[in-house]
């Protein structure tokens, strides 16, 4: 995700999305590819995840809001105003900080919130009622303008990885990820339908990505008849049965409104910046009392979750079947919230059919592929982050449909047997090689793949994953983990974001003559851990260290940041909360001397 800081927090701050959804008839009947009855491929539609589409801010007449540079402003995660925040939050935060109490502070917080995010907000019907457009493509990717293949590209970049799939074969379904989830569920089989009709073709192939998943398996459990349609289904990272976190927030467990956290280790454990940064906030969170900040960040919480969030019946759908009661009975038991309900507890059904539907498609003889991701602990966000093994995002008994494993960091129990609850073939080893997973209690034991300590929102820089997914669009060569020993069932985690650049960088110093022995050994290094699929994320992480080691000594790329040491920080913070607790540096001398008081107390009784 290429968020700055202020796009992560709002993230952090509670994962919020936009609403609109438009109701686009994908009219475009007319047949615009010429492949013919005997087409060797299928056409292949993208599903993206959480805020992978393009929705956009809109004036009040539905024109485009452009920012500096004349770029649309998207929706998600939210619409932060810069000029309009400060004139509310300066006076009442320079009051607050001056007679240390609240003085309007929390209150122009929340107001802040609702009026950032609320640019996603719902009616009580669950409907896009804001200044939002979500652009659409009901056109293949070739027939995309050089705008629409940049908004594709920049989440999913395909361009990086061709395919032999020709490009009027593949498709990208638009959705606002804070929209009305049934309503997308009913696009996305109309899409299927346009698709269908401009291509001829009577089958699709699906990649539901993350969020996409659970458009998809509403619309299996909605539009059932929509099984005949399919050939191949293929789960990137899917969100089949929600995530912890979600559940946390939604039942009331947000990790952060617990001050006794926030001062001593949240920002750090939440691995979004260098833990000197982390610190550093940690201590000058001191300069308010935390009455201030605990009102302000209580308010916060609220104003996200019941004015936008528990109205979007897409974020209900990430809120895992296990909570679903709970925080249903929580935020959805009042009359005014009916509407939404009866839509939530539709989906809650949904996930709790998931596996019959599976069952189904393959019964049809749909093939259903799933590449998960393990051993990377969950965003700190909710209380339970770190029981269970997950990608940051998403738990891996959602994303695999249910194989066992030990939780980050361990590994399964001396001894342990695969259960083989769903793998009936005893020659079978579904046991990772790190002995963290047991595939074989997954609904899917030979066709889901695992990638080791991949961190879910960085998915699209795995090149490894991007290929598998794109050779298993391609044809139908790979049937299972075992029929390519390039993709075995477990891969490692890797991120190319950098090596990528760096690369070609070298490729083009070496056209131009201009590059030495060392440069051309760590580029060969470089593009042959690149080919090797069975490389692991530390060999590509040292391929590119050493690559960006030779470009930096000849002028051609840029030393890599190192992190501050954050001992000292640490240090300073770990003082004031073993001292201070929670409280403010204006609390503390008194509370200082009232320790000193005690102390001396002490010293006369004893
Ligand atoms: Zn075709
Ligand atoms: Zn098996």
């Not at 900080?97 to 907000?121: H, K, T, W």
């Not at 293949?140 to 999913?156: L, M, R």
């Not at 690149?530 to 080691?549: I, P, S």
Request: contains cysteine; charged residues 20%.
């Amino acid at each position: 995700m290429k968020k700055s800081f202020m796009a992560a927090l709002s993230f952090v701050l509670c994962l919020a999305i936009i609403g609109s959804f438009l109701s686009v008839g994908f009219a475009e009947e007319t047949k615009i590819t010429t492949c013919g009855e005997d087409c060797e491929f299928y056409p292949t539609i993208i599903v993206p995840g959480n805020g992978q589409s393009s929705v956009c801010v809109t004036d009040d007449s539905g024109n485009f809001i452009l920012d500096d540079d004349g770029n649309k402003i998207q929706a998600f995660p939210a619409y932060f105003q810069i000029g309009k925040i400060i004139r509310r939050v300066l006076f009442p935060a320079l009051a607050s900080l001056m007679l240390q109490r609240d003085i309007g502070l929390s209150d122009a917080l929340a107001d802040v919130i609702d009026e950032s995010f609320g640019i996603n907000a719902c009616d009580l019907n669950g409907q896009v009622v804001t200044n939002v457009v979500t652009e659409k493509f009901p056109y293949p990717y070739s027939k995309c303008s050089d705008y629409e293949k940049t908004v594709i590209n920049n989440n999913i970049p395909f361009n990086k990885y061709p395919t032999a799939l020709p490009d009027d074969h593949i498709y990208y379904f638009e959705y606002n990820s804070m929209g009305n989830h049934i309503g997308f569920a009913n696009e996305l089989y109309d899409y299927i339908q346009m698709v269908r009709a401009q291509t001829g073709h009577d089958k699709v192939n699906l990649v539901p990505l993350s969020q996409g998943a659970s458009v998809t398996s509403a619309m299996l459990e909605y539009r059932p008849e929509i099984m005949d349609q399919l050939h191949k289904v293929i789960f990137v990272v899917p969100a089949l049965k929600g995530s912890t976190l979600f559940g946390d927030v939604f039942t009331g467990r947000v990790s952060f409104l617990n001050t006794d956290y926030l001062y001593n280790g949240f920002l750090s454990d939440m691995r979004l910046m260098d833990e000197s940064t982390a610190r550093l906030i940690e201590i000058l969170l001191r300069i308010l009392p935390d009455e201030v900040i605990s009102a302000s960040l209580d308010k916060g919480v609220r104003h996200l979750m019941e004015n936008t969030m528990i109205r979007s019946t897409s974020m209900w759908a990430l809120v895992p079947p296990e909570d679903y009661p709970a925080a249903a009975e929580k935020y959805l038991s009042s009359p005014e919230m009916a509407n939404i309900k009866a839509q939530t507890d539709r989906y809650y059904q949904a996930q709790l059919h998931l596996e019959n539907n599976i069952q189904a498609l393959l019964d049809k003889g749909v093939q259903v592929f799933d590449i998960a991701e393990y051993n990377y602990p969950l965003i700190n966000i909710g209380e339970r982050w770190n029981e269970m093994n997950g990608d940051f995002i998403l738990d891996l008994s959602s994303t695999s449909m249910g194989a066992y494993a030990a939780n980050c960091g361990e590994t399964l129990p001396e001894g342990y047997e695969q259960k083989n609850t769903h793998c009936a073939d005893e020659t079978h080893n579904h046991i990772s090689p790190d002995r963290v997973v047991d595939a074989s209690a997954g609904l899917l034991p030979d066709t889901t793949f695992y990638f080791e300590g991949q961190r879910h929102d960085l998915t699209q820089h795995n090149s490894i994953i991007l290929k598998l997914a794109m050779r298993l669009i391609a044809d139908d060569e790979i049937t299972d983990v075992y029929s390519s020993p390039e993709f075995p069932q477990f891969l490692s985690g890797r991120n190319v974001q950098e090596l990528l650049p760096l690369l070609n960088t070298a490729k083009a110093l070496q056209a131009e003559g201009k590059s030495n022995a060392s440069i051309d050994a760590a580029a060969a290094d470089a593009q042959a851990v690149l080919d090797n699929n069975l490389a692991t994320g530390d060999e590509v992480a040292a391929c590119e260290k050493a690559l960006r080691e030779y470009l930096v000594k000849a002028g051609a790329a840029e030393e890599e940041k190192t992190p501050k040491d954050a001992t000292t920080l640490r240090n300073i913070s770990a003082y004031l909360y073993e001292n201070y607790g929670t409280n403010g540096f204006s609390e503390m001398p008194l509370l200082f001397i009232r320790n000193l008081i005690a102390k001396c107390l002490g010293v006369f009784k004893g």
